[in-house]
């Protein structure tokens, strides 16, 4: 497997969006489930959604209650996350993971891992 990269964190103000994206050149996202993560300071790393051929658009967690929208974009290998009304407690830094072809809950299954991108929302 090739690495993954994400991209598109950054300084946001309380109550904006971003979209975070997350590619490789190693191989096709598209043959795997491709997860979305955040890990707050001193804090957990957590699973916020996944998505795959067989799953659609999964969401886990506080991804359940609206603000979150994964998606794909197989011409250009990407994977996306987007997040709507961004508060303070959303700062973390946020990594795409692989696993096989079903999307997995436990981090354990995620193998492929890419460096994170850092977001801070602060006014």
């Known amino acids: 497997q090739g690495r993954l990269v994400e991209s598109g964190g950054g300084l946001v103000q309380p109550g904006g969006s971003l979209r975070l994206s997350c590619t490789s050149s190693?191989?096709?996202?598209?043959?795997?489930?491709i997860a979305w993560f955040r890990q707050a300071p001193g804090l957990e790393r957590e699973v916020l959604s996944c998505?795959?051929?067989?799953?659609?658009?999964?969401y886990y967690g506080d991804a359940k209650k609206g603000r979150f929208t994964i998606s794909a974009d197989n011409a250009e290998n990407t994977v996306y996350l987007q997040i709507n009304s961004l508060q303070p407690e959303d700062t973390a830094v946020y990594y795409c993971?692989?696993?096989?072809?079903?999307?997995?809950?436990?981090?354990?299954?995620?193998?492929?891992w890419g460096q994170g991108t850092q977001v801070i929302v602060s006014s």
């Open positions: 993971a692989a696993t096989t072809v079903l999307c997995a809950y436990g981090i354990s299954w995620y193998k492929n």
């Open positions: 998505i795959s051929r067989g799953d659609g658009a999964l």
């Open positions: 190693g191989f096709s996202l598209n043959d795997y489930a």
